[in-house]
T-cell receptor, first 116, second 114 residues
Framework: DVKVTQSSRYLVKRTGEKVFLECVQD?????MFWYRQDPGLGLRLIYF???????EKGDIPEGYSVSREKKERFSLILESASTNQTSMYLC???????????????FGEGSRLTVL | AQSVTQLDSHVSVSEGTPVLLRCNYS??????LFWYVQHPNKGLQLLLK??????LVKGINGFEAEFKKSETSFHLTKPSAHMSDAAEYFC????????????FGTGTRLKVLA
């Protein structure tokens, strides 16, 4: 069974701490994504990566960075956590299907981060 | 530019009655369309997808959706609701050549009444 695994389901951090959210997929997908989900705002794309060491900013990259050193792993980093980063973070992956035909997203279970 | 609109933020049905969740899209390209379901504190699970093959798409758990290009719609239906269908549902469009963007609807929360 295909799987996207997020390392932590629930985290509580303090303002100013550095936070790492890890995501691993076992489907050999080229594309990986980080979203945050907030009530009333839906899913918003933070960053995505279409290859190892490649990354592109999404719609809300401020305050975040990412790392993709291996194809299966995509990490989201909050350099200095703030209370407005309290949210549900969702990792996803998708296969590359060629131009004009995007494969479906496979999601992890989510990481609920609370910043105090 | 691509966009997707879910016409109802909340839908309530009685158990055993049909479900209709509405989605309209806008796309300059031939889109790929998806429906996802999210149960509380869980990730999103794919229900079904349209990728320019058959316009009537069957998914998991008895759900299906019909792609209607003339109406730019991709409504999700199920003949008979079950209590376990209570969740949030997202319509998603993607497929603009050369990008990796997926556009999410704002979600429809389905409530199933006993």
């Amino acid at each position: 069974d295909v799987k996207v695994t997020q390392s932590s389901r629930y985290l509580v951090k303090r303002t100013g701490e550095k936070v790492f959210l890890e995501c691993v997929q076992d489907m050999d997908h080229e594309n990986m994504f980080w979203y945050r989900q907030d009530p009333g705002l839906g899913l918003r794309l933070i960053y995505f990566s279409y290859d190892v060491k490649m990354k592109e900013k999404g719609d809300i990259p401020e305050g975040y960075s990412v790392s993709r050193e291996k194809k299966e792993r995509f990490s989201l980093i909050l350099e200095s956590a703030s209370t407005n980063q309290t949210s549900m973070y969702l990792c996803a992956s998708s296969p590359y299907r060629g131009s004009g035909n995007t494969g479906e997203l496979f999601f992890g279970e989510g990481s609920r981060l609370t910043v105090l | 530019a691509q966009s997707v609109t879910q016409l109802d933020s909340h839908v309530s049905v009685s158990e055993g009655t049909p479900v209709l969740l509405r989605c309209n899209y806008s796309s300059s390209y031939s889109p790929s369309l998806f429906w996802y379901v999210q149960h509380p504190n869980k990730g999103l699970q794919l229900l079904l997808k349209y990728t320019s093959a058959a316009t009537l798409v069957k998914g998991i758990n008895g759900f299906e959706a019909e792609f209607k290009k003339s109406e730019t719609s991709f409504h999700l239906t199920k003949p008979s609701a079950h209590m376990s269908d209570a969740a949030e549902y997202f319509c998603v469009v993607s497929g603009t050549s050369g990008t990796y963007k997926y556009i999410f609807g704002t979600g429809t929360r389905l409530k199933v009444l006993a």
